[in-house]
């Protein structure tokens, strides 16, 4: 389960990083097999060499274009079966609340565990539930507590395994390979989810949302399968260092504020963290309710659209989300990124309030174009952030982003439904958009984040 908007798409802390080692010993070069991290040149396409990053990148696309089939199969499920808004909402929160809880476990757990190894084990149990769900669809009309008896652990290893996705990559790559490795996942992952979105209802219309459910739970398997293939993973250092996963990273210069910070050390020195962990808070409290509740409701009710339209709206936040990780390669030498991205935030809040005015297509059109302004430098944001965090704290530093970001969820679903029931959807776009703006004009109050 995801949502189709994150705001986690801000601007890293700059911390020192670790002084690169000059050589490897020999037994680090034993350890480093065909999938291991090392340095490239010559571009993206060269880091299809890597092996272990041709079965993430394969893997984590397949599972990202079964995200977006059941973004639309689950609502449409429950909908059309005699639930309302607020019993989606209910499903929602009751997937949210566990997947917020566990993600710092999660972060915990990735730090002292290869994230491969809980990545893995995650999918294997949420193909297990996907497979349980889709039966239930099958058989008719799946009651409400038995939606929420599967959503409850479908959060909880949701929010185990993200904080491990997010350290995946620099666990496979150096910090030369690191910014060309987010471009292509996110691109992947932006090109799954506008097909999956924009192919969703199609499926959804031929196989039913339970046939479609069943497909979702195929993409878990796909995924499952890559990493178990892995081998001979390495943990990259901030610094750009590849160690065996058994190991722990080599010495450096500034060990007191880097190698040897301790976790709530790093947090209550980072000033840009500080400020990007109460933005994501904010952000997130207004846009998991509005894309899981108020827009399936805004198409199936006001709109009087139908599943394909709401996979055609989905579609256009995949089409914009390629087109902004392709423009942040473009720009990501230019200066006063800090700036591009508060207004590109600014952006995407008009659209959200514009979102409801223009029936179907223009919502194509709004989630296109708030799509292309905050995806387009998700890449530089995340890329920052795990160059310059410790490594030893990568998994719960990003735990805690993604806790940030998502750990609102549960209320945010769970208002959501109940708003969408007594006032309708249609009001809840245009307060989003408001409560974004406010956001981003307190950024650029900040100059931490405005000299980005």
């Not at 992952?189 to 497909?215: C, D």
């Not at 190698?259 to 209550?268: E, V």
């Not at 599943?307 to 989300?321: D, R, Y």
């Not at 296109?368 to 890329?383: D, E, H, Q, R, W």
Request: proline share 5%; aromatic share 6%; with cysteine.
């Amino acid at each position: 389960m995801s949502t189709s908007f994150h705001p986690e798409e801000l601007a890293p802390a700059s911390t020192p990083e670790r002084v690169k080692q000059t050589g490897k010993s020999d037994a680090q070069r034993g350890s480093m097999e065909a999938g291991a991290a090392k340095p490239r040149a010559g571009g993206m396409t060269q880091l299809f060499k890597n092996r272990n990053f041709t079965l993430l990148f394969g893997g984590q696309t397949i599972s990202t274009f079964g995200d977006a089939l059941y973004m639309v199969a689950l609502p449409w499920l429950i909908l059309t079966t005699g639930g309302n808004a607020q019993e989606l909402g209910m499903v929602l929160s009751a997937y949210g609340v566990p997947r917020a809880l566990c993600m710092l476990a999660g972060g915990w757990l990735s730090d002292r565990l290869r994230p491969r190894r809980l990545m893995l084990l995650a999918d294997t149990l949420r193909l297990l539930l996907m497979g349980v769900l889709a039966v239930l669809a099958f058989g008719g009309h799946p009651l409400l507590w038995q939606l929420c008896a599967i959503a409850v652990p479908l959060g909880a290893l949701a929010g185990a395994f993200t904080p491990a996705s997010m350290a995946m990559v620099p666990a496979l790559l150096g910090k030369d390979d690191l910014p060309a490795g987010n471009g292509l996942m996110m691109a992947s992952m932006q090109g799954a989810n506008l097909i999956g979105s924009a192919v969703a209802g199609v499926i959804v219309a031929g196989l039913t949302s339970a046939g479609t459910l069943a497909l979702d739970a195929v993409t878990f398997l796909v995924s499952a399968g890559s990493l178990a293939l892995m081998r001979g993973t390495t943990h990259a250092t901030p610094g750009g260092n590849q160690t065996d996963a058994g190991q722990q990273p080599p010495p450096a210069s500034t060990q007191e504020v880097g190698a040897q910070i301790s976790f709530w050390g790093y947090l209550g020195t980072s000033r840009l963290i500080q400020i990007t962990l109460l933005m994501f808070i904010a952000s997130s409290l207004v846009t998991g309710g509005l894309i899981e509740v108020a827009l399936p409701a805004l198409v199936q009710g006001p709109m009087h659209g139908s599943a394909s339209g709401l996979g055609f709206i989905l579609a256009g936040w995949g089409a914009g989300a390629l087109i902004g990780s392709i423009l942040a390669g473009m720009l990501g030498k230019r200066k006063s990124k800090g700036l591009m991205i508060l207004l590109g935030g600014l952006i995407m809040a008009v659209m959200f309030a514009l979102l409801p005015v223009g029936g179907v297509p223009g919502a194509v059109g709004c989630m296109l174009l708030a799509a292309i302004a905050s995806s387009g430098f998700s890449v530089l944001f995340f890329t920052a952030v795990q160059m310059n965090i410790p490594g030893h704290l990568m998994g719960r530093v990003m735990g805690l982003l993604m806790f940030s970001s998502l750990g609102l969820y549960p209320i945010s679903t769970a208002l959501a439904g109940v708003f969408a029931n007594q006032f309708g959807p249609a009001i809840l776009f245009p307060f989003a958009g408001l409560v974004l703006a406010v956001v981003m004009l307190f950024g650029m109050t900040q100059k931490v984040l405005r000299e980005l």
